[in-house]
């Protein structure tokens, strides 16, 4: 028996659709099917706008949808020209409240079923090619400075790290970011394990791309809610 409200729910895309071309209708449907939130990214007060827009867009460009932003001293910012529009597509979740926000985030992300995965060069646990990924999985980034906080290592499930051969200490968070998400990502797609969205995932989010690429979408919303209440 289908859900009254997600039949309502996709009655609302097909109506948004209505002012999309159709190319880009048939990007959204096609995407759309590439998108997980098995694998995720947590970002713990990245600071850098130019750092934290190339994480955006490399997470939009492996198809992870949810990006986790906690912060506790730095205020988030995106460089709009590094990002290109990749925010849009994703699921910002930020974490702001004046204290204890790197324990509300992961705990929250546990409460849902996520192993927290700390990615840090001084800990000798997983390499990206032997990474369990069986269970959704969340990445947590520090800062390049500092790293990640203590509260963030002792609430890790595991840690994670790139392997490297120079005398430099670690990758840019960017790179290790790029880095970690092809070969994750690339893993799952290749497995069995079911990393696709739900089909209500998969509705609410196509809803969020077309009013994103759609003037005045809320008034539109409105007048179809209005529609089908008359």
Request: charged fraction near 25%.
């Given at each position: 028996?289908?859900?009254?409200?997600?039949?309502?729910?996709?009655?609302?895309?097909?109506?948004?659709?209505?002012?999309?071309?159709?190319?880009?209708k048939?990007?959204?449907?096609?995407?759309?099917?590439?998108?997980?939130?098995?694998?995720?990214?947590?970002?713990?007060?990245?600071?850098?706008?130019?750092n934290?827009?190339?994480?955006?867009?490399?997470c939009?460009?492996?198809?992870?949808?949810?990006?986790?932003?906690?912060?506790?001293?730095?205020?988030?910012e995106?460089?709009?020209?590094?990002?290109?529009?990749?925010?849009?597509?994703?699921?910002?979740?930020?974490?702001?409240?004046?204290?204890n926000?790197?324990?509300?985030?992961?705990?929250?992300?546990?409460?849902?079923g996520y192993?927290?995965?700390a990615?840090t060069?001084?800990?000798?646990?997983?390499?990206?090619?032997?990474?369990?990924?069986?269970?959704?999985?969340?990445?947590?980034?520090?800062t390049?400075?500092?790293?990640?906080?203590?509260?963030?290592?002792?609430?890790?499930?595991?840690?994670?790290?790139?392997?490297?051969?120079?005398?430099?200490?670690?990758?840019?968070?960017?790179?290790?970011?790029?880095?970690?998400?092809?070969?994750?990502?690339?893993?799952?797609?290749?497995?069995?394990?079911?990393w696709?969205?739900?089909d209500?995932?998969?509705l609410?989010?196509?809803?969020?791309?077309?009013?994103?690429?759609?003037?005045?979408?809320?008034?539109?919303?409105?007048?179809?809610?209005?529609?089908?209440?008359?």
């Open positions: 028996m289908t859900d009254p409200d997600f039949n309502q729910r996709q009655q609302l895309l097909s109506y948004l659709q209505e002012f999309i071309t159709p190319n880009k048939s990007k959204f449907d096609s995407l759309i099917l590439q998108r997980t939130r098995h694998l995720t990214i947590v970002l713990e007060d990245i600071y850098q706008p130019h934290a827009s190339a994480v955006l867009r490399s939009d460009c492996f198809g992870i949808q949810d990006v986790h932003i906690i912060e506790n001293m730095n205020k988030y995106v460089n709009p020209d590094v990002a290109l529009g990749s925010s849009k597509w994703l699921n910002l979740i930020r974490y702001r409240e004046p204290e926000n790197t324990e509300s985030c992961l705990k929250k992300l546990k409460s849902n192993r927290i995965i990615t060069p001084h800990e000798n646990d997983f390499i990206p090619d032997t990474l369990p990924m069986e269970q959704k999985t969340a990445l947590i980034f520090g390049e400075l500092a790293g990640l906080s203590q509260v963030a290592l002792d609430l890790a499930d595991g840690y994670v790290r790139i392997p490297m051969y120079g005398f430099t200490e670690s990758f840019n968070i960017s790179v290790s970011a790029a880095l970690l998400l092809y070969t994750l990502t690339d893993r799952l797609r290749k497995s069995e394990i079911r696709e969205l739900s209500e995932e998969k609410e989010i196509q809803i969020n791309w077309t009013k994103n690429v759609i003037k005045r979408s809320s008034l539109l919303e409105k007048l179809f809610l209005e529609r089908i209440k008359s």
